[in-house]
Each structure stands twice: as C-alpha cells, then as structure tokens.
T-cell receptor, first 116, second 113 residues
Framework: AQKVTQAQTEISVVEKEDVTLDCVYE???????LFWYKQPPSGELVFLIR??????QNEISGRYSWNFQKSTSSFNFTITASQVVDSAVYFC?????????????FGKGTRLSVIA | EPEVTQTPSHQVTQMGQEVILRCVPI?????FYWYRQILGQKVEFLVS????????KSEIFDDQFSVERPDGSNFTLKIRSTKLEDSAMYFC???????????FGPGTRLLVL
C-alpha cells in the first residue's frame, strides 16, 4: 500500500534561514512518481516538482532544492534563504502509474511559517 | 498558461440539499479527478475519471456522490444529500495522457449547515 509521511507538522523559521521539509514514502511499485505541492493561505494547490523513481538526480530551482534518495525512501525539500512569501502548507505526494488512473496519495502536510 | 477552473469558489448549503460542483479541466487533458480537504487535514482522493467513466474511487465516494462530464469541457461532482461532514474544500484536477503531473483547480469551499 502507498503511504506518504511528513513527520513535521509545523515549522517556524526566521526570514533568510534555510529550512528542510521531510517526506518519507512507502510503495511496492518500482515505478512511481513523487511530487511536492504548495498550499498558500489562499487555499489553492500549486505544483512545485515531479520526480520519477528512475531519476535520483537532485534538482535545484532558484531557492528551492529537492533531495531524492531511494535508499531511504525520502524526497526532502529545502528552501534556502526563506522569505515570508514561502509561508504555506507543503504537501508531498506519491502516485503509482501501474496502479490504474494514478490518484495522488498525499502526506498530511507541513505548515511552514516564515517570520520577518 | 492553461489552468483548471472551478465554480463556485464558495458554496453554503443546508444539510440534505443537493450540490453540484463544477470544474473545467485543462482542454487537452484526458484524466480527471476530484479530491477533498477537510479543514486543516490532508488532501484525500475521491474519484478518477477517464473515457467517460469512473476508473477508481475511494471509500469516501459513496452512493451520495456522482460525477459527470456532461459536455466536452465541464466535469461535475454532485453530492445528492449533503451532510455536515461533507464540509470541506473540493479540488478538481486534470492531467494529460503522457505527463503524470496533476494540475489542480483553485477549489470550491463547501460549507454544510
């Protein structure tokens, strides 16, 4: 069965600090996709990144970076030099394309508060 | 940039009433989804839809729920007789055939009184 665990419920940092959001997943499939979505206070879900299980290269996009490690079943997300606008709930999610019409399984989310 | 749209943004209804939530997926997408998020909780899968039929549904998606694609653009979620516990944010999502990224609409916040 698929499962996504985000152990950090809430994190508070001061602006300009770096912060890492943890995500651990469980799946029996060898082919799967991992995602991060951002949910700002306005409520919408904003897609940030998708990673497939065969691509363990880390990715950097501006102040955002992602560390995918199959050995530990983790897909962690780091924000460098955090800003107040980064305050949001961040969800990690998993889908298994070989398991039908690939619904996403979400973690419970991590609420990040960046204080000025 | 194409996006998923949802209407209404907010809906307040009385318990027992029927509600229809509407979504317009991205135009060349083929796979459609409904998810819900009870306040402060995680996003939960309700149903997926492809080729004019339901492909998967969760245990939440009971007989009170139905989905339809009445024309070439809209994708609707109907709740026949709303309960207090149906109060949540409902998200529609769509994806294209090749990409595995689901893009979400802005959500409909449903409040059942």
């Amino acid at each position: 069965a698929q499962k996504v665990t985000q152990a950090q419920t809430e994190i508070s940092v001061v602006e300009k600090e770096d912060v890492t959001l943890d995500c651990v997943y469980e799946t029996r499939d060898t082919t799967y996709y991992l995602f991060w979505y951002k949910q700002p206070p306005s409520g919408e879900l904003v897609f940030l990144i998708r990673r497939n299980s065969f691509d363990e290269q880390n990715e950097i996009s501006g102040r955002y970076s992602w560390n995918f490690q199959k050995s530990t079943s983790s897909f962690n997300f780091t924000i460098t030099a955090s800003q107040v606008v980064d305050s949001a709930v961040y969800f990690c999610a998993l889908s298994e394309p070989n398991s039908g019409n690939t619904p996403l399984v979400f973690g419970k989310g991590t609420r990040l508060s960046v204080i000025a | 940039e194409p996006e998923v749209t949802q209407t209404p943004s907010h809906q307040v209804t009385q318990m027992g009433q029927e509600v229809i939530l509407r979504c317009v997926p991205i135009s060349n997408h083929l796979y459609f989804y409904w998810y819900r998020q009870i306040l402060g909780q995680k996003v939960e899968f309700l149903v997926s839809f492809y080729n004019n039929e339901i492909s998967e549904k969760s245990e939440i998606f009971d007989d009170q729920f139905s989905v339809e694609r009445p024309d070439g653009s809209n994708f609707t979620l109907k709740i026949r007789s709303t309960k207090l516990e149906d109060s949540a944010m409902y998200f529609c999502a769509s994806r294209g055939q090749i990409q595995e990224t689901q893009y979400f609409g802005p959500g409909t916040r449903l409040l059942v009184l």
